[in-house]
């Protein structure tokens, strides 16, 4: 079964710093990837996708994330922080058309999520 | 405006009492999707629906049902709610196209089971 980890539950940055957040899945085939935002008290909105192509995807809200097939890895990254930014990130994977027509071709598999706090 | 909408977006009940959480999309999508989302598990797919009536098991579907009977409606049911059932629940829709779901989540509701 597909599996998602994000193993850093909470980061804390200041603000204007760089910031990376980790996410590794566990899958056969290369699958849709996914990061998502949620601010407190909201629903989620998505940040940024990857299907196939450039391994290196622009999101909105100045996001980007690189897909590493050889490390199994779709990081999200900003260059400077903005207080903002203070929410909490899942990161999730959908198997793609690798399974089109499966059993799991709906399915939506999210990581535990990382939790951001900016520091003035 | 394009949304998903929830209601209610709070909600107590007691043990074994029937409830309904309806979920309902402006936007013609095809696919909708429940997750519950609980502090430490992320979000976890309870059930999802690629079209009116084709409806597929998530990840954790015990304890809930699910009816497409309309494109626009994905209501959430439970029998018979038990405490373990007492979560953040969010509806989510999202076009087809090619299994690429850029999911559009609604405000999310949040149930209380004593």
């Known amino acids: 079964a597909q599996s998602v980890t994000q193993p850093d539950i909470h980061i804390t940055v200041s603000e204007g710093a760089s910031l990376e957040l980790r996410c590794n899945y566990s899958y056969g085939a290369t699958p849709y990837l996914f990061w998502y935002v949620q601010s407190p008290g909201q629903g989620l909105q998505l940040l940024l996708k990857y299907f196939s192509g450039d391994t290196l995807v622009q999101g909105i809200k100045g996001f980007e994330a690189e897909f590493k097939r050889s490390q199994s890895s779709f990081n999200l990254r900003k260059p400077s922080v903005h207080w903002s930014d203070a929410a909490e990130y899942f990161c999730a994977v959908n198997p793609g058309l690798s399974n089109a027509g499966g059993t799991s071709y709906g399915k939506l598999t999210f990581g535990q999520g990382t939790i951001l706090t900016v520091h003035p | 405006e394009a949304q998903v909408t929830q209601n209610p977006r709070y909600l107590i009940t007691v043990t074994g009492k029937k409830l309904t959480v309806t979920c309902s999309q402006n936007?013609?999508?095809?696919?909708m999707s429940w997750y519950r989302q609980d502090p430490g598990l992320g979000l976890r797919q309870i059930y999802y629906s690629m079209n009116v009536e084709v409806t597929d098991k998530g990840d954790v579907p015990e304890g809930y049902k699910v009816s497409r009977k309309e494109k626009r409606n994905f209501p959430l049911i439970l029998e018979s709610p038990s405490p373990n059932q007492t979560s953040l629940y969010f509806c989510?829709?999202?076009?087809?196209?090619?299994?690429?779901?850029?999911?559009?989540f609604g405000p999310g509701t949040r149930l209380t089971v004593t």
């Open positions: 936007m013609n999508h095809e696919y």
């Open positions: 989510a829709s999202s076009p087809p196209t090619s299994g690429r779901y850029e999911q559009y």
